[in-house]
């Protein structure tokens, strides 16, 4: 149940789940065995749990809780006008043992990998598969199985791996066009590639610097602008190195990972929602608290503070090779329009649509350059955040690959509107911080929530209590 009004108070939001999905994923290819704290309980890490799994590593839960009950407890209401949950809810963390495969490699898993609605778990996980000469039928949800999976597959295919979809080889030239479910063929004797990536994503680079590490020689990776560097930063963790050379990354293949211990610190791209609804509520302030300070990572802060928000962060320590901290949020009264870099999108891109939330409540026109990349997301976010903000009786419209918010400094008030996020949970909680703000408009089903943040609407009642 979400209502209007202020939000005040600490909060400790769930583990990063780009960090966590990696931490996983490294400590399966390790030997030896690796304690990973802090993860978060939610469907998209799950999934990546019990992938590696699958493929043959031990994974055990600390405590009472095991993989399959913190999937099945749900604790998740279905609709923002349901009562928040108390009992049966899942932890907001858990802390993993990870037994990995190391030198003996994954197994032939007897099953489809159901990567359900993470993009991460899938494209990462072929990465970690190339280098193996194992066959996995890799799937997910009816999301995901709309979602490009070429831009992973080509570089590698060029490594020595091998796709084909619907049965038949996937042809070299067709492979931009990949879509899951797919079966997906590692190679044992894979080499390095360079590769230049068209588009700046974590997620492609992550999975050739994995299947870079184990492969034969080196392998030398680009973008165009610099995206999220969580595996880069953890694979030395791992006891990989990772060089970088005039702008390039660089990993030199034929190496063995060695089990580490990782502490995940709390996701900035969920915490950025109660930031936002902090700045937008009259007579909130929020702190947001054990945060990853990561500076590919809180480029929306800046946004923010281009925009005028009362936004502050205060550095602590540094965990997982990771900076830590708190960042606090308050309302800000009279906020002013945006432009971005085309450059930063790679940095903005998960929080986007809450940005645009924002932007909706300043005076002028904000311009979001170069987000085309969210219409590959769980849904289309483009067409998404424009319905939403339709709803608040804002115009937003796509230009190209720019997103449009043309901002009178209010939205209007009219009985409440229905908005679907499509299953995407991102949109959700941009809804749900909308309606916390004020703006009159309910929630179809937010019980998507749980892909990245189960415990989300109970966490933002008790901040509004
Ligand atoms: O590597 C990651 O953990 C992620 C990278 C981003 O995707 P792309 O790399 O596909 O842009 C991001 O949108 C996603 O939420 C998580
Ligand atoms: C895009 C996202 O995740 P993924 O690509 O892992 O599904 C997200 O969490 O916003």
Redesign the pocket.
């Known amino acids: 149940m979400v209502r209007k009004g202020p939000l005040r108070g600490c909060v400790r939001v769930p583990g990063d ?3 966590a ?2 931490a996983l994923l490294m400590a399966a290819m390790a030997e030896g065995t690796s304690r990973i704290e802090g993860l978060p309980a939610s469907d998209d890490v799950l999934a990546t749990a019990r992938a590696i799994e699958s493929l043959g590593a031990r994974v055990s839960v600390e405590g009472p809780s095991s993989l399959a009950d913190l999937g099945h407890r749900s604790g998740v209401p279905c609709d923002d006008a349901a009562p928040a949950p108390s009992a049966g809810a899942r932890p907001p963390a858990f802390t993993a043992l990870v037994e990995g495969w190391g030198a003996s490699g994954p197994r032939t898993p007897d099953a489809p990998l159901d990567c359900g609605n993470s ?2 778990t899938a ?2 996980l072929m990465g970690v598969l190339a280098p193996w000469p194992v066959e996995a039928l890799i799937t997910g949800d009816d999301s995901l199985r709309r979602r490009p999976m070429g ?1 992973v597959a080509s570089p590698l295919c060029a490594m020595g791996a091998s796709v084909s979809a619907s049965g038949s080889a996937a042809r070299v030239d067709r492979l931009p066009e990949l879509f899951l479910p797919l079966r997906f063929k590692g190679a044992s004797s894979a080499k390095g590639v360079t590769w230049d990536s068209p ?8 999975a050739v610097l994995l299947a870079g590490s184990l492969a034969g020689g080196t392998t030398s990776f680009s973008e165009p602008a610099p ?2 560097d ?2 880069e930063r953890m694979l030395p963790l791992f006891g990989v190195e990772v060089r970088t050379v005039g702008g390039r990354l660089v990993v030199e293949g034929g190496r063995r990972l060695r089990a580490a211990d990782v502490s995940v610190p709390a996701d900035p ?1 969920s915490a950025a929602f109660f930031l936002a609804a902090a700045v937008l509520s009259e007579g909130s302030r929020v702190r947001a608290q054990g945060v990853g300070l990561n500076p590919g990572r809180i480029a929306y802060l800046d946004v923010l503070g281009c925009m005028g928000a009362r936004v502050s962060v205060r550095a602590a320590l540094a965990s997982a090779a990771e900076p830590v901290g708190s960042i606090e949020a308050a309302f800000t009264p009279s906020l002013v329009s945006v432009e971005t870099d085309p450059g930063l999108s ?1 940095s903005i ?2 929080e986007v649509p809450v940005l645009a939330l924002v932007a909706s409540k300043a005076l002028g026109t904000s311009v979001f350059r170069s987000v085309g ?1 969210l219409r ?2 769980e849904s289309d976010r483009l067409a998404g955040i424009v319905g939403l903000l339709g709803l608040l009786g804002v115009v937003a419209y796509e230009e190209g690959d720019d997103l449009v918010v043309e901002g009178r400094g209010r939205w209007s008030a009219s009985d409440a509107r229905p908005f679907s996020p499509e299953g995407d949970h ?1 949109l959700a909680m941009t809804a749900l911080v909308a309606k916390a703000a004020g703006a009159s408009v309910s929630v179809l089903d937010a019980a998507c929530v749980k892909v ?1 943040y189960p415990g989300f609407l109970t966490d933002m009642e008790r901040l509004m209590s």
């Open positions: 789940k780009s960090i999905h990696r993009g991460t494209r990462l831009r588009i700046s994503s974590a997620q492609v680079k992550s995206s999220r969580h595996t791209s790679a891109i998960d990349e590959n997301k991102r990245s």
